[in-house]
């Protein structure tokens, strides 16, 4: 069965860090992977995804993810954050066959102080 | 372009009483989910629809959840009779469908279910 670890539950950094989110996944087949943002207020929203090729994708608002299949992680990148970063983040991921069920992490919950 | 609609937004209701939510999806999406998001958790699939037929309600509470989506585009979930786990907040999401190739899901806002 399809799962999903997100190892930090909450983040607070100081505008400008950097920062790293860890997500790793189980799945037994070809895998589709995919970085959610949920902002105060707002709709879950999708930040970046990766199906193939470059195993460095690169998303909306300067964010980007590195796919490494030998530890089966996903990492979330930023080099810089800023206070509209603040907002909960979940890695999700489907198999590429199929109806593509998608199964979700726990979240990160990301607080940015200005 | 419109996005998903969810209705009501927020709802409070005793343990034991039923309740249902109302989805709309975007315009010219074939498929349409249904997600149980827990307090702490990640959104949790309950059911899938490709155009009015189930697809996969695997982890569907049959015995107390309901869901239907006549016509292929409108959808309601329903509780009866709904517990205090039931607390939550359920997302409505819809995308383009099919089976080849992957088919983003939009979002709606969800709704606030408190189950007292």
């Known amino acids: 069965a399809q799962s999903v670890s997100q190892h930090n539950h909450h983040v607070i950094l100081s505008e400008a860090a950097s920062l790293e989110l860890g997500c790793n996944y189980s799945?037994?087949?070809?895998?589709?992977l995919f970085w959610y943002v949920q902002y105060p207020g707002q709709h879950l929203q999708l930040l970046l995804k990766y199906f193939s090729g470059d195993p460095l994708v690169k998303g909306i608002k300067g964010f980007e993810a590195e796919f490494i299949k030998s530890k089966f992680s996903f990492n979330l990148r930023k080099p810089s954050v800023q206070w509209s970063d603040t907002a909960e983040y979940f890695c999700?991921?489907?198999?590429?066959?199929?109806?593509?069920?998608?199964?979700f992490g726990t979240g990160t919950r990301l607080l940015v102080s200005p | 372009e419109a996005g998903v609609a969810q209705s009501p937004r927020y709802k409070i209701i005793e343990k034991r009483q039923s309740v249902a939510f109302w989805c709309n999806p975007i315009?010219?999406?074939?498929?349409l989910y249904w997600y149980q998001q827990i307090l702490g958790q990640g959104p949790k699939l309950l059911i899938q629809f490709q155009n009015n037929g189930v697809v996969d309600d695997s982890q569907l509470p049959k015995d107390r959840f309901s869901a239907e989506r006549l016509k292929g585009v409108d959808s309601t979930l329903k509780i009866q009779p709904a517990k205090l786990e039931d607390s939550a907040v359920y997302l409505c999401?819809?995308?383009?469908?099919?089976?080849?190739?992957?088919?983003?899901?939009?979002f709606g806002p969800g709704t606030r279910l408190t189950v007292l």
């Open positions: 999700a991921v489907a198999g590429n066959t199929g109806f593509q069920k998608l199964v």
């Open positions: 315009s010219g999406h074939a498929t």
């Open positions: 999401a819809s995308s383009l469908g099919g089976t080849g190739g992957f088919n983003e899901q939009f």
């Open positions: 799945y037994g087949g070809t895998v589709n």
